[in-house]
Nanobody, 121 residues
Framework: QVQLVESGGGLVQAGGSLRLSCGASGRIFSVNAMGWFRQAPGTQRELVATITSGGSTNYADSVKGRFTISRDNAKNTVYLQMNSLKPEDTAVYYC???????????????WGQGTQVTVSS
């Protein structure tokens, strides 16, 4: 069974740091783009950061300079280092990835189950 498994969420004070991890497991041929999204109560899910298989990154303006996305292709894992956290960063963070399950097949999009990040003021 192919799945994305997240870890690293929790409660932190404003100004603190957290590191999220997300690993893709199961029978996977390759992993294309990976990313993080977040959703606060009463809001739509929004993009936080993405990273291509080649390492090109993209960030939401609200997290530029504070968050860093990275990946370990050998482990099919993506990370999100979050520094200088603010109360408005409080949300459920979701991992997202485009996975190729078999040679010559198209990629399929997968979501993780979400991990809660709470930043207290």
């Amino acid at each position: 069974q192919v799945q994305l498994v997240e870890s690293g969420g929790g409660l932190v004070q404003a100004g603190g740091s957290l590191r999220l991890s997300c690993g893709a497991s199961g029978r996977i041929f390759s992993v294309n783009a990976m990313g993080w999204f977040r959703q606060a109560p009463g809001t739509q899910r929004e993009l936080v950061a993405t990273i291509t298989s080649g390492g090109s990154t993209n960030y939401a303006d609200s997290v530029k300079g504070r968050f860093t996305i990275s990946r370990d292709n050998a482990k099919n894992t993506v990370y999100l280092q979050m520094n200088s956290l603010k109360p408005e960063d409080t949300a459920v963070y979701y991992c997202n990835a485009d996975l190729v399950l078999r040679r010559y097949s198209n990629w399929e999009n997968y979501w993780g189950q979400g991990t809660q990040v709470t930043v207290s003021s």
